[in-house]
């Protein structure tokens, strides 16, 4: 059979071809003309609108809403709640709820009194959360308290978390308005949390699967600013059996945790960690919030330098540099000469005063 391709050879039927095709791509250009003659608007419209509603920000805070709202569903008021809800003073419900506890590790409390007590400590904590996590943090019930308290008391606790997880930031602008708003959500063990934070975490940004630690009460988390939660040896024990073997060795000097006679024990996002002392465990926890990009919030000793934003030190100030020239036992020559590799880094640190504005 013949190729079909030979006959295009023939010079009339590749004029009529070239001629029909050039008629088919006419007809089809005008009828996209058309169609967008007909709604030419409709485009331009869409651009403009998707900032102004800032769809994408929006979705977070509907999630948890929905969670918060199924949170709220499982746990209900005491009947007493409706008449003693409005607390002008939120410090008071903690420092009552304490009084209530004093009393009731003394049995001569009523429980029905510590239950009224500790749902408007929780309403002050579910609101500490929100306006001021490090301190909702400092007030968070004991370990003891939850081991020891009766259930019907501890249903009203926020839960403490640790774990590796999810930090995740969005920062949405509406333009027409100025206003920028910041979501942050935790994503935790399965669970999604508004997040509340303090200190180096309020200029994180987003990263995966760090350790995280922090109280959760109604979907919403205040987060620890710290990479490692320091244990109590019942709490440490409790999460870890081999927490207390005489052979725990410390995770930093490689010693016996208890060679100085002051073990610690910390959460380590899932994990405990023991540390022969506070230096130690202070080192690792200083050194993991480097490594997530913020050395100067939690280390304070390393707060010199630039005063421009808070995370400078990493990036700025005077760097040194290995610069090491190889050779090998079957090839003495040497790979760059010193004066060379002299005016090669050189160049380089030109460079980065040049990029850095004299700052690296
Ligand atoms: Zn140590």
Same mark, same amino acid.
């Given at each position: 059979m013949k190729n079909p391709l030979s006959q295009r050879g023939t010079g009339a039927f590749t004029l009529v071809e070239f001629l029909c095709v050039v008629a088919i791509l006419g007809v089809l250009s005008l009828a996209v003309l058309a169609v967008l003659w007909r709604n030419p608007v409709s485009t331009p419209a869409n651009s403009t609108s998707s900032p102004a509603n800032s769809s994408a920000p929006k979705i977070p805070p509907q999630n948890f809403a929905a969670v918060a709202s199924q949170i709220n569903h499982l746990l209900s008021a005491p009947a007493s709640s409706a008449v003693t809800?409005? *607390?002008? *003073?939120? !410090?008071s419900a903690f420092d009552d709820f304490s009084s209530w506890v004093k009393l009731f590790t003394n049995s001569s409390a009523s429980l029905v009194e510590g239950e009224r007590l500790a749902w408007k400590r929780r309403e002050a904590m579910l609101d500490l959360i929100q306006n001021d996590p490090k301190k909702a943090i400092e007030l968070s019930v004991s370990f003891k308290l939850r081991q020891t308290l009766p259930p019907q008391i501890t249903k009203f606790f926020e839960q403490q978390v640790d774990g590796r997880g999810d930090f995740l930031l969005a920062v949405g602008t509406d333009f027409s308005s100025g206003n920028t708003t910041t979501y942050r959500q935790v994503q935790l063990g399965g669970n999604n949390y508004e997040a509340f934070v303090y200190g180096r975490r309020r200029s994180q940004v987003s990263q995966t699967a760090i350790p995280l630690h922090g109280i959760v009460l109604d979907g919403k988390i205040a987060v620890a600013a710290e990479p490692l939660r320091a244990l109590s040896v019942a709490e440490a024990v409790a999460l870890? $059996?081999?927490?207390? $073997?005489?052979d725990v060795i410390c995770s930093?000097?490689?010693? !016996?945790?208890n060679s100085r006679g002051q073990p610690v024990y910390a959460e380590s996002g899932g994990g405990v960690m023991v540390f022969c002392g506070t230096d130690h465990f202070d080192l690792v926890n200083q050194q993991w919030a480097a490594a997530e990009g913020n050395v100067s919030a939690v280390s304070s000793?390393?707060?010199?330098?630039? !005063?421009?934003?808070?995370?400078d030190n990493w990036t700025h100030g005077r760097k040194n540099v290995l610069y090491m020239r190889v050779n090998f036992p079957d090839d003495l020559t040497e790979p760059i000469s010193e004066a060379a590799a002299y005016a090669t880094m050189n160049g380089v640190n030109s460079f980065y005063t040049e990029g850095s504005y004299d700052l690296t």
């Open positions: 809800a409005t *607390n002008p *003073n939120p !410090a870890d $059996k081999n927490a207390l $073997k005489p930093v000097s490689g010693a !016996a945790a000793a390393n707060s010199q330098a630039v !005063a421009t934003t808070a995370n």
